[in-house]
């Protein structure tokens, strides 16, 4: 038999990390080495639909303000390792916890973009030397955010569904002509 059945991914981690609250998020060995950088680090952290650590990656080092990252980048990510949740970590060298627009912003793309893959951004948390914050928790991330990067990803996803019900129109009224000509071809039988 010449099948192709696709395996799940080994996850990167060495042992196996459950993940129930941003407190545990914080804890993770690899948040605690970003927390005191004096540049700003974001890591991806991958989920299964348990919650059940994936892979962690750190995916971009910006500046001691920011940090500017491909957002293709995190969606390829999840895709590759097949995560069904996202959480991003990013440290903020300052100690000020509050979330830039730009936090704001690259959070709700994101999440518009995975959202379209069917993997959910549970949380996107800043970092710093003694604390954290989760911007789910203060509702920082727009679950109904629009702007004219997501309106064009909503426009592109409408254009890509509206083809696809076009193909199965087309398709099926294929099947009604050859219905219809059976039909006729059996009345012609039976007179």
Same mark, same amino acid.
């Given at each position: ?26 804890? *993770?060995?690899? #948040? ?5 950088? @004096? ?7 991958? *989920? ?20 500017? #990252? /491909?957002?293709? !980048? ?5 895709? @590759?390792?097949?995560?069904?949740? #996202?959480? *991003? #970590? ?12 730009? /936090?704001? $912003?690259?959070? $709700?793309?994101?999440?518009?973009? *995975? ?16 604390? !954290? ?14 702007? /004219? ?7 592109? @996803?409408?254009?890509?569904? $509206? ?15 050859? !219905? ?12």
């Amino acid at each position: 038999m010449g099948l192709t059945i696709d395996i799940q991914k080994k996850p990167e981690i060495e042992k196996e990390v459950k993940i129930s609250t941003s407190e545990d998020v914080f804890q *993770l060995e690899e #948040v605690q080495e970003i927390k005191d950088a @004096i540049q700003e680090h974001l890591l991806f952290i991958g *989920l299964d639909n348990k919650n059940n650590v994936r892979n962690i990656s750190l995916i971009g080092i910006g500046t001691s303000t920011e940090i500017k #990252v /491909d957002i293709r !980048y995190i969606v390829r990510i999840a895709l @590759i390792n097949a995560c069904d949740k #996202v959480i *991003l #970590v990013h440290n903020h060298p300052s100690n000020e916890l509050n979330p830039s627009i730009h /936090d704001k $912003n690259m959070s $709700n793309i994101i999440n518009k973009l *995975l959202k379209g893959y069917n993997i959910k951004l549970l949380d996107h948390i800043i970092v710093g030397r003694k604390n !954290y914050l989760s911007m789910e928790n203060i509702k920082a991330i727009d679950r109904d955010y629009k702007d /004219d990067k997501t309106k064009l990803i909503d426009n592109a @996803i409408l254009t890509e569904e $509206n083809l696809a019900l076009k193909q199965k129109v087309k398709n099926l009224n294929r099947k009604l002509q050859k !219905y219809e000509k059976t039909s006729e071809k059996e009345e012609e039988e039976f007179e």
